[in-house]
């Protein structure tokens, strides 16, 4: 068991470009998440993924972000056109099936700077 | 909508001492879990601790402890025995079905 794993760690970008991350969750954890993190703050949830099946989606979430979990098991978050205010750390979360409150893992993160 | 609310952005302990980390939440949900997780200096966040909702026991694991007032919406964690490795960002966190809410953040200085 390594844990969950995200990548790229960091991501430089130029305003208006695509970015795509991926999360590799501990292997048999079926529920995912997704969260934003800027500086100084706690992490903002974004989106829930049971399965493949994505379950919850904030609203925050614009237009321009899209979550997939194709399989059950890798995620990848695409961000289209970023914005500097997109500009975060991107963490990933798996928790294992049973209790729908069961803790969460952490990924290390993805860091973007969009310039 | 769930918030949650941590007011002490910053925390300082000297070692071996106590010191207890405030965090209240608002909700209408009857089912619910909280959380303290730590996250360390460009490390990854960690669960520290857990609550159920229902129960009214307090939580304990080891030098960490917790008193939840369901009533009062308060969920503050305290740490005994104070280590230098304890400091780090504390996040309390409200979990009510599908979504996961954190407060802004305690960050927690432990002075040798």
């Known amino acids: 068991d390594t844990g969950v794993s995200q990548n790229p760690r960091h991501k430089i970008t130029k305003r208006g470009q695509n970015v795509t991350f991926r999360c590799d969750p501990i292997s048999e954890h079926n529920r995912l998440y997704w969260y934003r993190q800027t500086l100084g703050q706690g992490p903002e949830f974004l989106t829930y993924?049971?399965?493949?099946?994505?379950?919850?989606k904030s609203r925050l979430l614009s237009d321009r972000f899209s979550a997939e979990r194709p399989k059950g098991s890798f995620s990848t978050l695409e961000i289209q056109r970023t914005e500097q205010g997109d500009s975060a750390m991107y963490l990933c979360?798996?928790?294992?099936?049973?209790?729908?409150?069961?803790?969460?893992?952490f990924g290390p993160g993805t860091r973007l700077t969009v310039l | 909508a769930q918030t949650v609310t941590q007011s002490q952005p910053e925390m300082s302990v000297q070692e071996a001492e106590t010191v207890t980390l405030s965090c209240t939440y608002d909700?209408?949900?009857?089912?619910?879990?909280l959380f303290w997780y730590k996250q360390p200096p460009s490390r990854q966040m960690i669960l520290v601790i857990r609550q159920e909702a229902y129960k009214q026991q307090n939580a304990t694991e080891n030098r960490f402890s917790v008193n939840f007032q369901k009533a009062a919406k308060s969920f503050s964690l305290k740490i005994s025995d104070s280590q230098l490795g304890d400091a780090a960002m504390y996040f309390c966190?409200?979990?009510?079905?599908?979504?996961?809410?954190f407060g802004a953040g305690t960050r927690l200085f432990v002075k040798a």
């Open positions: 979360a798996s928790s294992p099936r049973g209790q729908l409150y069961n803790e969460q893992f």
């Open positions: 993924f049971q399965n493949e099946a994505q379950l919850e």
């Open positions: 966190a409200y979990t009510g079905g599908f979504k996961t809410i």
């Open positions: 909700t209408s949900e009857s089912d619910y879990y």
